[in-house]
């Protein structure tokens, strides 16, 4: 089966599915004057967007693994994250403090879904 990809840049891609499974490069907040709580909303905006162009949703989550520059920020990313995640479809997921590329931003997010049958 082939690989598709999506949003192809010289050292990433945004999207690639492979058999019925999309994979999301690590999603980060282009505004990072916002706090956490605007950054993960704004990251989960770009996942909403990419699935949906994969043909796949929030409904469909195989693993999510979060990375927040300071566990300080643990509350608020999740108290975005409970709203927006889909009920009874919750994913595994993790969640860890690492020390981002960029030090503005407070969250980056990696996901992967099925696509949509």
Known sequence: MAVI???VGPRLSEIAIHNGTV???GQIAEDTNQDITGQTREVLG???RLLEEANSDKSHLLSVQIYISDMVHFAGMNA???SWVAE???PPRATVEA???NPACLVEIVV???QRG
Request: net charge neutral; no cysteine.
């Open 5 to 7: 990809r999506h949003h």
């Open 23 to 25: 994979y999301l490069a």
């Open 46 to 48: 770009h996942i909403d």
């Open 80 to 82: 975005v994250w409970d």
């Open 88 to 90: 009874g479809s919750t």
């Open 99 to 101: 020390k981002l590329a």
């Open 112 to 114: 992967i879904a099925a």
